[in-house]
């Protein structure tokens, strides 16, 4: 890489920028000197790793929701499509010319004459039933005069 770029260029510092670095933490492992901290950095990876462990299960249990949820949402869509129905409209509707009103004088008529006559067929029941009656009959027998309320 140093031969097609030049040593100014910000990769090529960059890149050495690490080497050195690398190298620095090598000598030191090496050497012993920071052991102590390369163990408290080792310690502190557990806590890391159950962490990351964490957000992982998380991130898979929100995305499963979320996939549910989202079939849920096209099974409704589905269900509110077929429970739909289209109706095609044959006639337009047009409103009368006439205005339409009650027949209140023939319909007073048709009840009156109905009345009349479920009320003679009443008294005529009633006549024939009290004609009928054990008492009736025994005052005809004895020679009593009939009942007559009217």
């Known amino acids: 890489m140093q031969a097609s770029l030049s040593p100014q260029s910000p990769r090529v510092r960059m890149m050495n920028a690490e080497i050195e670095a690398l190298e620095a933490a090598?000598?030191?492992?090496?050497?012993?000197?920071?052991?102590?901290?390369?163990?408290?950095?080792?310690?502190?990876?557990p806590d890391l790793g159950t962490e990351y462990l964490r957000l992982l299960r998380e991130k898979t249990?929100?995305?499963t929701i979320y996939q549910t949820l989202t079939q849920e949402l096209e099974v409704a869509r589905l269900t509110e499509n077929?429970?739909?129905?289209?109706?095609?409209?044959?006639?337009?509707?047009?409103?009368d010319l006439e205005p339409v009103s009650p027949r209140k004088p023939l319909w007073a008529s048709v009840g009156g004459l109905l009345g009349l006559i479920f009320g003679g067929l009443l008294g005529w029941i009633g006549d024939s039933l009290r004609a009928r009656s054990p008492a009736s009959q025994l005052a005809a027998e004895v020679g009593l005069p009939a009942d007559d309320d009217d």
């Open 61 to 63: 249990k929100y995305e």
């Open 82 to 95: 077929q429970e739909r129905v289209d109706f095609n409209r044959l006639d337009v509707a047009q409103p």
């Open 26 to 45: 090598l000598n030191r492992l090496l050497n012993g000197e920071t052991l102590a901290e390369l163990n408290y950095k080792l310690r502190a990876l």
